[in-house]
T-cell receptor
């Protein structure tokens, strides 16, 4: 079946603009995760959804970042008033219910460049 | 989740087995060992995971020591396309994976 799908694959935006990044998880996966990775850096956890609720928002770097998930499926990560330091690849992942031993599958990411 | 320690980098000759070690001495009984790899900045690719027993799939084998304090990922016949950063992760609750620095594997002709 289809894997985790993310859009857009690439986005260039001007500083101060808002951006929305979309994630379509694997069908049937109830858990959804957002990470980001700056160039040459490791993966940074942002937020996790179980169904439509987000029990762990600890990784969101500032109040300019928000995320929602509707219908237990698609998720949107929104960055308001983008800054140059927001430039990174934003990775979405999904899994079956978050139980030990379940595999988490990643999408190919959305590359964001803030100019 | 328990912390893991991996070498920063390793080289392997094309066609030979690549053996990537991981130390997880503080692993607890219900924590799984996962391996992912990342090529450039593509999304991390799942390779394999295990709890106690050795595991094998079409990509690799995972050897976990009896005391579970360390493990080895084996790519039996490395190719140039296996050049990547390999991450060993110990995970319990499954609600997220914490990625460390990984091992940068360079497969050379």
């Amino acid at each position: 079946g289809a894997g985790v799908s993310q859009s857009p694959s690439n986005k260039v935006t001007e500083k101060g603009k808002d951006v929305e990044l979309r994630c379509d998880p694997i069908s049937g996966h109830t858990a959804l995760y957002w990470y980001r990775q700056s160039l040459g850096q490791g993966l940074e956890f942002l937020i996790y959804f179980q169904g439509n609720s987000a029990p762990d928002k600890s990784g969101l770097p500032s109040d300019r970042f928000s995320a929602e998930r509707t219908g237990g499926s698609v998720s949107t990560l929104t960055i308001q008033r983008t800054q140059q330091e927001d430039s990174a690849v934003y990775l979405c992942a999904s899994s079956l219910m978050p139980a030990s031993g379940n595999t988490i599958y990643f999408g190919e990411g959305s590359w964001l460049t803030v100019v | 989740d328990a912390k893991t320690t991996q070498p920063t980098s390793m080289d392997c000759a094309e066609g030979r087995a690549a053996n990537l070690p991981c130390n997880h001495s503080t692993i607890s009984g219900n924590e799984y060992v996962y391996w992912y790899r990342q090529i450039h900045s593509q999304g991390p690719q799942y390779i394999i995971h295990g709890l106690k027993n050795n595991e094998t799939n079409e990509m690799a084998s995972l050897i976990i020591t009896e005391d579970r304090k360390s493990s080895t990922l084996i790519l039996p016949h490395a190719t140039l396309r296996d050049t990547a950063v390999y991450y060993c992760i110990v995970n319990n609750a499954g609600n997220m994976l914490t990625f460390g620095g990984g091992t940068r594997l360079m497969v050379k002709p």
